[in-house]
């Protein structure tokens, strides 16, 4: 089993859809390893020792292990559908089973190794697939939010939507891992959703078609009509930094007065550019608070050298915030260092590092909580803004690559009520983060 270095790890593990899973851990890691190294033999060979246990015991993985050995062997001998019973079926379905166990919804998960070559391609910046990010949330498989410049986007599909069926199939019965399955395919092959809005109660299908997506970590543009920057990071994959540098520099350049940090459907990415984003916000202070299993807290600091741009700021966020996107927005509100304007963030708030299973799959652990500087955890909670807007169902966020087609009046009359509010706090004299 390895463990990757915490600092480079995904911090919100994605499978873009490819499918984007927001990631955590699993208990009984050597219970795993006896299932994985010992399962894959032909189906109709026992994959453990037969035996029958009187009673099971928390502290006693002999025991426990038997009990599971008989299930096995159960299944495999007696389960009329022969053609599902295979070892890698009941082997997965055996692990994603303990990681459902532990509670940790929206964020503990097994990965096969499809999904491990996703989350990869999706930090490296591109990806395959329609571009959804989605986790299991009370027992329903829900949109997180979706991905820029995937056909999910393209397509209208929302944060919050419930996808019910794929291909015209009922999945609200499926593990995480099947609907995912169901929905990878290569570029220019389609797949249709079913998806449940559950304000509404109303369902909508869509039909989409794969594709080969390269990410724009940061977009920006001047708001028109006004001396407003706008800058959006759509995620924290590997390099987005230097993105964002190049697009501050610029915002300094041309005397912009306050600027938008756009973190809308942000599903986070790796924690070094989160720590990087907020270097370039503050001089000093603290990015984050690490929380261990025994309770120790440690400070991650922010790093000298950064643009330490000054102008007004105003934070977008929503639900689809999530991850290295949270971290910056509970930073920056911490510092009082921007107004964080939208609704509740997703609440992906612990440290994740990928355990390798010998196969090529991987469990997502958290090792470790995350808080913001003040100590606020935001672990299955999010955080809240300080003006709470929230946009039209109807509506979707604008991105600096729509808003550069608009002309000033056609902004103004556009229902994006989040960025409408942002300008309206930026352009006050006395403006928030100044």
Do not use: C
Request: glycine fraction near 8%.
């Amino acid at each position: 089993m390895e463990s990757i270095n915490r600092n480079t790890r995904n911090i919100l593990f994605t499978v873009i859809l490819v499918v984007v899973f927001i990631a955590g851990g699993l208990g009984g890691v050597v219970l795993d390893h006896t299932i994985v190294a010992q399962a894959f033999l032909p189906p109709a060979a026992p994959a453990f020792a037969s035996t029958t246990p009187s009673s099971t015991s928390n502290s006693d993985p002999t025991l426990n292990s038997q009990l599971i050995n008989q299930a096995w062997n159960d299944i495999n001998q007696q389960y009329v559908d022969r053609s599902v019973v295979t070892s890698k079926n009941l082997t997965y379905g055996a692990i994603s089973g303990m990681v459902n166990a532990l509670g940790d919804t929206g964020h503990s998960v097994f990965l096969t190794p499809d999904m491990v070559a996703q989350e990869k391609n999706f930090t490296q910046g591109s990806f395959e697939g329609v571009g959804l990010e989605v986790s299991m949330q009370n027992g329903a498989v829900t949109i997180v939010s979706p991905i820029d410049n995937s056909p999910a986007q393209k397509a209208g599909i929302k944060a919050g939507g419930i996808i019910t069926r794929v291909n015209g199939e009922d999945i609200t019965s499926l593990t995480l891992n099947d609907v995912v399955q169901k929905i990878l395919g290569p570029a220019g092959t389609q797949v249709s959703l079913t998806i449940l809005d559950p304000k509404t109660n109303q369902s909508k299908d869509y039909t989409l078609t794969r594709a080969r997506i390269a990410l724009q970590n940061v977009t920006w543009t001047f708001l028109p009509g006004t001396t407003i920057a706008d800058i959006r990071i759509a995620s924290f994959a590997n390099g987005m930094d230097k993105d964002l540098i190049a697009a501050l520099q610029a915002v300094r350049q041309q005397n912009a007065t306050g600027l938008v940090l756009d973190l809308r459907d942000d599903p986070g990415g790796l924690l070094d550019q989160a720590i990087s984003t907020v270097s370039q916000f503050e001089s000093s202070g603290t990015v984050l608070e690490e929380k261990d299993a025994q309770g120790n807290i440690t400070p991650v600091l922010v790093k000298s050298g950064g643009v330490n741009l000054k102008i007004p700021m105003v934070v977008l966020i929503n639900k689809g915030t999530a991850s290295a996107a949270e971290i910056v927005t509970g930073a920056l509100q911490d510092a009082n260092r921007a107004t964080i304007v939208g609704t509740t963030t997703f609440g992906t708030g612990t440290v994740l590092n990928e355990f390798h299973l010998s196969d090529g799959s991987a469990i997502m652990l958290a090792t470790q909580e995350w808080l913001t500087p003040n100590g606020q955890s935001f672990w299955h909670k999010g955080i809240d803004p300080q003006i709470q807007v929230s946009l039209p169902s109807d509506v979707a966020p604008l991105t600096p690559t729509k808003i550069k087609n608009l002309t000033a009046a056609q902004l103004q009359s556009s229902q994006d009520l989040q960025l409408m509010k942002a300008i309206d706090l930026l352009s006050k004299p006395q403006a928030p983060g100044s």
